[in-house]
C-alpha cells in the first residue's frame, strides 16, 4: 500500500479517534452535572453500544496504518534511538500502546457491563491527556532535532 494512503487511512482513524474522546471529555463531561445520574448512565450505555461497533474497526485500522508507517520509517532512518525522529517516534508509539490498553480495558468493561460513569471518566480523561501527547510528539517529530 502506498505511503500517502498510510498516512490518509491514519490521520482519517486518528482524528476520528482522538474526535470522539474529546467530544466525551470536554462535551459529555460537561452536561453531566446538568443531566440526573440515571439520564447520563443511559447516554453513557447509548456510546457504549454504538462505540463497541464502529470503534474496533477504527483502532485496528488505526494501528495496523501506524505499523506499516513506523516500519518504512524504522527501515530509512534504523533503530528508534539513532535519531531524534525515531526517539520522538518510539515516544509515540508507546503512548499509543498505552492507549491501546485502555481501549481494550474499556471493550472489556463495556461488554461485561460493569463500566461505571467514574471509570468511563478517568479512562477518557486518561485517553485524551496520551492523545494530544501522541499529536504534539507527531507534530514534533518533523521539527525537534537533537
Known sequence: MSYGVLVGLHLLCGSIFIGIVAFE?????????????RTMAL????????????MPWVVVTLFA???T???QHYSNIGWPFDSSFGTLL???ILL???VLVHFIIAMKHSICGDMTSKRFKYTHLSVFAHMLAIIFLAKG????QW
Request: hydrophobic share 50%.
Open 25 to 37: 471529555v470536554l462535551i459529555l463531561e460537561g452536561i453531566r452535572p446538568h443531566l440526573p445520574a
Open 43 to 54: 447516554v453513557e450505555q447509548g456510546i457504549h453500544l454504538r462505540g463497541r461497533k464502529i
Open 65 to 67: 496504518s501506524g505499523i
Open 69 to 71: 508507517m513506523a516500519y
Open 90 to 92: 518510539a515516544v509515540k
Open 96 to 98: 499509543a500502546l498505552s
Open 141 to 144: 517529530m518533523y521539527y525537534i
